[in-house]
């Protein structure tokens, strides 16, 4: 960019020890790279490189002043915050020229205001994992995970937010892969299939630690019903008519019984699974949110080796 461009005319202060005062005012667009790894808690330094290319060191020097970096006049931005910022000389040597050239870079530490990320970003997505979690309580359904494109694109690190998201949807495909595993348990029960006493001993003494549960799943029919009466040693045509019925009957009643313990049974069990499952997403989330939150990187202070390294870069 041309600064003839945009800088406005303004006086210069002359003194009677030859001093020459001018200020320039200008309006200048700076390039910045940005490091988004820790987006949107993120902190940027930047720089801005005052020198002059038709003179070299010889003929002007290039200081700054103690004063240079005063902010009093610092008009607060609503996304950025400076919260550094210091001035450092250089001088630089060019294979053309044989008297080095000077100049003054200004650093700067910018600050991102996180509160519009946070409530158009995170916050969403906090709601979304709340459901997921209720979703252990209700009748089995899917979630549907909304992406923002809110996210600034980067090729050389995953921001933060990014992480976030990623670990969220790796959540959710896991409440919705063991949602699958509970459904099939509770189609086994439909279908009839007996439970392993395995399975049934793990779950109900292992697991839910009360040999009450185990109990009330062994129903079995009482003696007088199981056992057939022989006190007539002979039976008419018409009693063994009615010992028939009553056998079917008998055998109606116990496998409708049985069906139903067995539905019972693959109930317990998928409620079981779906407690361990929702306990275990509930710690593993807020593990995760902890971690995401205590990954933000200290506040930068400008020093030497910062101002080099980016003056570098």
């Not at 001088?91 to 050239?101: A, N």
């Not at 099939?184 to 395995?198: C, H, I, K, L």
Request: proline share 5%.
């Amino acid at each position: 960019m041309n600064v003839d461009e945009n800088e406005m005319e303004t006086n210069a202060i002359i003194s009677d020890d030859g001093r020459v005062v001018l200020f320039r005012a200008l309006i200048t667009d700076i390039s910045c790279n940005l490091s988004l790894e820790q987006f949107p808690f993120d902190q940027q330094v930047c720089y801005l490189t005052f020198a002059s290319w038709s003179m070299d060191g010889s003929k002007l020097y290039l200081s700054a002043t103690p004063d240079t970096d005063n902010l009093e006049l610092y008009i607060r931005n609503t996304e950025w915050t400076l919260t550094d910022f210091k001035v450092k000389p250089y001088i630089k040597v060019y294979d053309c020229c044989p008297y080095p050239f000077p100049d003054v870079s200004f650093f700067m530490v910018l600050r991102r205001s996180p509160s519009y990320y946070i409530f158009s970003l995170v916050i969403p997505s906090a709601f979304i994992t709340v459901v997921t979690i209720v979703g252990f309580f209700t009748p089995h359904s899917t979630t549907v995970m909304m992406v923002s494109d809110e996210v600034p694109a980067t090729s050389e690190v995953i921001p933060l937010i990014g992480k976030y998201y990623i670990g969220l949807i790796f959540l959710i495909f896991l409440a919705a892969f063991t949602t699958t595993i509970t459904l099939s348990y509770q189609m086994r029960g439909n279908a009839g299939t007996e439970v392993d006493p395995r399975v049934k001993d793990f779950f109900f003494h292992t697991i839910a630690g009360n040999p009450y549960i185990a109990w009330a799943f062994s129903f079995q029919l009482p003696h007088n019903l199981r056992k057939s009466s022989y006190v007539c040693r002979k039976r008419t045509g018409v009693q063994e008519q009615i010992k028939a019925s009553l056998d079917d009957m008998r055998d109606s009643i116990q496998k409708e019984r049985d069906m139903k313990r067995i539905q019972f049974e693959w109930q317990q069990i998928t409620r079981i699974l779906d407690r361990m499952i929702m306990f275990t997403y509930i710690i593993i989330t807020v593990i995760f949110a902890f971690y995401m939150l205590a990954s933000r990187e200290p506040e930068i202070r400008l020093d030497d080796e910062i101002m080099d390294r980016v003056k570098r870069a």
